[in-house]
């Protein structure tokens, strides 16, 4: 839900030991995880995938009280999104690596690291650019949408939460459109670089 919590400044108030922003980080991460390994890592059971969730949660938060996550000082949501999609991504990983006794890289090719040559780095924080423009070019409402849907919470919810936040009323079926087609645009626009 990062298009209306403000991510760095939670994380940072967090670190202060501000319980109800702890806990606000701890159910961010916690949708995070789950939307990310059921999406990303369908061969991982559901009590691997509840480990997984759990390893990444205590990366993130040792992390952050150790002062280690320098998207904290981000001026926007999206460097700690990356952050904590890697983290829980590098956490399934090392599930399937000590769940299923895999030694060598060939066995990973399912979930191949993240890190990547330079060129490759370059290519995607270009493309990364264009999406973030592309979602900043949106009205609230729909960029709302999008990031909600993308992170796999039901349309029902987004729909409740539309409501309650935006004081809009959208329906079910509404949000599916607007998600495919404002996916259709990033692709159109972001793809081809």
């Known amino acids: 839900m990062p298009d209306h919590l403000d991510l760095p400044d939670l994380f940072r108030r967090c670190q202060r030991k501000e319980e109800a922003a702890c806990e606000a980080v701890y159910r961010w991460v916690s949708r995070m995880a789950a939307g990310i390994l059921n999406r990303g890592f369908p061969n991982l059971s559901r009590v691997e995938r509840e480990e997984a969730a759990d390893r990444a949660r205590y990366r993130i938060v040792e992390a952050m009280m150790l002062g280690r996550i320098d998207a904290v000082n981000a001026n926007n949501n999206w460097p700690l999104i990356g952050y904590v999609r890697h983290v829980i991504e590098n956490a399934a ?13 060939d066995q990973l090719e399912a979930h191949p690291a993240s890190g990547s040559s330079p060129d490759r780095s370059a290519i995607a924080r270009e493309v990364l650019t264009c ?13 709302f949408i999008f990031v909600l849907k993308w992170n796999d919470v039901s349309t029902r919810t987004i729909a409740a939460d539309v409501r309650r936040i935006h004081q809009a009323v959208v329906t079910t079926q509404a949000i599916d459109t607007r998600f495919s087609r404002l996916r259709a645009k990033i692709r159109h626009e972001c793809d081809e670089r």
Not at 93 to 105: A, S, Y
Not at 131 to 143: C, F, G, M, Q
Request: charged share 40%; aromatic share 0%.
């Open 131 to 143: 999406i973030e423009r592309v979602l900043n070019s949106l009205e609230a409402v729909d960029r």
């Open 93 to 105: 990983k090392d599930v399937v690596r000590q769940r299923h006794d895999i030694e060598g890289t």
